[in-house]
């Protein structure tokens, strides 16, 4: 039962999560009472509420969360505004929490920080970030008829055909030898959520742009010998396609790797980035599932010798700060981009503009 609630949990988002936590929290709590939204006005930041204890409850469900702890942020303010002003009359606001479908992997620290902010501007008792991993608790905490009450009042029956592409990120080898060829490893990791077996056919990478960070250094290109599984070009609305054979069996789970490699002359100790989007085609009949754009990192494929020269080019600082600040931005709007090369850009940013 505890994978059939985890599974749940995964899938629900927006509102289902929220009527979840309502359906667990009554059985739980009878002094519990949900709050439905009405009409324009909606809940007034109350999804939930002890009125004896002054004990108020938000919930905040996105399909993603890594990408959207801005998002979370404002949610959380704005709506305890929303609540003190409207509740506080009607029931004193002593205990809040913020309750979150991180989907079992935790939130930003940001987040506990800002909860905590809020707790010491308002005086409450308590301000908790609630988690599904607490959910969960609450609900094997209930009777056995109680449990199977609320996984069956949400189970629904599986579309036959419904593949979904979870995550798309660079993968980082730790322990790649230093004289190891050095190709860009990328992960597609596919659920499929139907009743039937999805016969993935063919992998897509389109180029959406292309940027490339400079080190001011002179390269003697040194050929290495590699086979790379698909070739990315740099062009804008290029398209480059892999014929693939790949079953993914009904409510599971699998990963998909690829080798990326480029033919375009980057600067071997700068940054050639790429923005992609990858769909996925599967069976017949079915419309392709792709996923967020990402942006990666693409090694050229040679290593080189190189003399350092001390100093920056007025053009490089131009270049790289340029693209620090467009990449940056796209990554605020939601488009992945890994940890390394946003430190990178971020420390381009603190670069003068002119020497």
Known sequence: ??????????????????????????????????????????????????????????????????????????????????????????????????????????????????????????????????????????????????????????ESTPPAHNLKVVDFYEVQDDDQDDGAEAATEVELKLRNAGSEVAFVKEVSFSTVKHWQLLTDRHHRAVDVSATYDITISEKSGSLATKKVHHEVKPQETDRIRFKLHSTFSADPDGLSLYLIQVNVQY??????????????????????????????????LKNNKSLAREILKLHSDGVGVEDYVIEVLESWMLAPDTL
């Open 283 to 316: 069976n017949e009949d079915a419309a392709p599932v792709s996923f967020r754009q990402t942006v990666v990192n693409i090694r050229p494929q040679q290593v080189s010798e190189a003399s350092y020269f001390g100093g920056y080019s007025n053009k490089t």
């Open 1 to 154: 039962m505890r994978t059939a609630f985890r599974l749940l949990v995964h899938e629900s988002e927006g509102q289902k999560y929220e009527d979840l936590f309502v359906k667990i929290m009554s059985y739980s709590d009878p002094e519990f009472k949900p709050v439905k939204a009405y009409g324009n006005i909606g809940d007034r930041g109350n999804d939930g509420w002890v009125a004896n204890n002054g004990r108020y409850y938000q919930s905040y469900a996105p399909e993603t969360l890594t990408n959207n702890t801005k998002n979370a942020l404002k949610k959380l303010n704005d709506d305890f505004e929303k609540l003190k002003s409207f509740w506080e009359p009607i029931s004193s606001v002593r205990e809040f929490y913020f309750v979150i479908n991180d989907k079992f992997k935790g939130i930003s620290p940001h987040i506990y920080e800002a909860v905590d902010q809020l707790k010491s501007m308002h005086s409450l008792d308590v301000a908790e970030v609630f988690l599904a991993s607490q959910l969960e608790s609450k609900l094997f905490l209930l009777s056995n008829d109680q449990i199977k009450q609320v996984l069956n009042s949400f």
